[in-house]
């Protein structure tokens, strides 16, 4: 699909569904600001530096989870209610999806911008680095989450997402983690292979 206009009319339609009668407003827009920043990167990079159609599929793969956690809250996105009324749970798991995609997908994007600049040769170095960069941005975003959280009492525990469980920022990170690990373990070969042809 890569930054086509098939891509722009799936991001902008869930983006517009989004952003009718969100839940809670100023959550939707702090849930959906990482989407809009990766887009208009997108948008600048698309000619001198275009990425891999793997890597524009999973880039609009993770904006939608984006924008359905911040249509809803990810405490409340009705699909994940139903299956924990069904599995017996308590709890709404999706913001966990989140955090396993913000692991998985930018293990992808680290690792392309790691080989595509020559950056690290090794492959055993470049998997580790690329999990560190992983839990970084992860960290980073929790920290991001408890000074919203610390400055904002409207609103904070729909963006924390943390639904009482006060083992929330560590099971996010875990999640992230495992994202950024079964990413390298399932998808390196296929971006090797994508990579042959755009390598620059």
């Known amino acids: 699909m890569a930054f086509s206009l098939a891509w722009n009319l799936v991001f902008w339609v869930v983006f517009i569904w989004s952003a009718y009668a969100p839940k ?7 849930e959906v600001a990482p989407a ?15 990425l891999t159609p793997l890597l524009y599929l999973l880039i609009l793969l993770h904006a939608i989870i984006l924008m359905v956690g911040g249509h809803y809250t990810y405490a ?11 599995s017996g749970g308590e709890r709404n798991n999706f913001d966990k999806l989140g955090h ?6 930018p293990a992808m994007v680290a690792r392309e911008l790691l ?3 020559n950056i690290i ?9 690329v999990v560190c960069i992983c839990l970084a941005i992860s960290a ?5 989450e408890w000074w919203v959280a610390a400055l904002s009492d409207e609103g904070a525990e729909a963006f924390l997402g943390t639904q009482g469980y006060v083992w929330d920022t560590q099971s996010d990170m875990l999640m992230a983690l495992v994202g950024a690990i079964l990413a390298l373990l399932t998808l390196s070969r296929l971006h090797d292979k994508q990579l042959s042809h755009i390598r620059t």
């Open 24 to 30: 809670d407003l100023m959550t939707w827009f702090m």
């Open 36 to 50: 809009l920043i990766a887009y208009t990167l997108l948008l600048w990079t698309r000619k001198r530096f275009p």
């Open 76 to 86: 409340e996105v009705p699909l994940f209610d139903w299956l924990a009324q069904i």
């Open 100 to 105: 396993l995609a913000q692991g998985f997908v």
């Open 115 to 117: 080989l595509r600049w």
């Open 121 to 129: 040769n090794g492959r055993g170095w470049l998997n580790f680095i």
């Open 140 to 144: 980073f975003y929790e920290l991001i």
